[in-house]
């Protein structure tokens, strides 16, 4: 990639950024900043949206931090690339039924709901899963033969499968990645899943400099 990227990872003390920081670092050189600052999420190149934890507490710090509005305006607005991570991914729907019913981001329709796998498999779903790539895939062209990732969550997103970029099974076919125009959700942690979680972490900001060579064109 020739441009240096500025990439705002969100911080609203829901998200493990300095692993997610620390793999960016290791798939190119980017000018990468942590924050909670508007002029600075507004002024990035691509936006990160990670989270560990409950939807409500997440929607409630991104509310108090009076991040809201201002992501809407540089991921809807400005259009700028965006990719949610586990819970940053459930964030992006319309809504989550996790403890309480509570509305989420709405950039990409579908709601959050509590895994119910067949099988007496444990929730939550934590450990290695393979991804089935959809047709209308947009970043996983790389993988072959070894299409693992790793997962921790036990809600999953329910969506329109024009939005689904891949699924997994466990119990039941499920959600994996989401794409819907400008917005890339994982529901895995590409942090965690070592050089296929690096793979497509690259091939996310591939995408990112082609949308915004697209944008400049």
Known sequence: MTDKLTVAII???????????????HVGNFNIIVTADSSTILSADVIILPGVGAFPDAMKKLTEKGLISVLHQAVKEQKKPTLGICLGMQLLFDSSEEKVSTKGLGWIPGKVVYMKPEGGLRVPHIGWNSLQVSANDAIFGFLHHDKDYYFVHSLHAVC?????????????????????????????HPEKSQKNGLAALQSFFQWAQMCIGHKHA
């Open 11 to 25: 911080d609203y003390d829901m998200g493990n950024v300095k692993s997610i920081e620390n793999a960016i670092n």
């Open 160 to 188: 329109d499968d024009r939005y689904v970029l891949a699924k997994f099974s466990y119990g039941g076919v499920m959600t994996a990645a989401v794409k819907n125009d400008n917005v890339i959700g994982m529901q895995f």
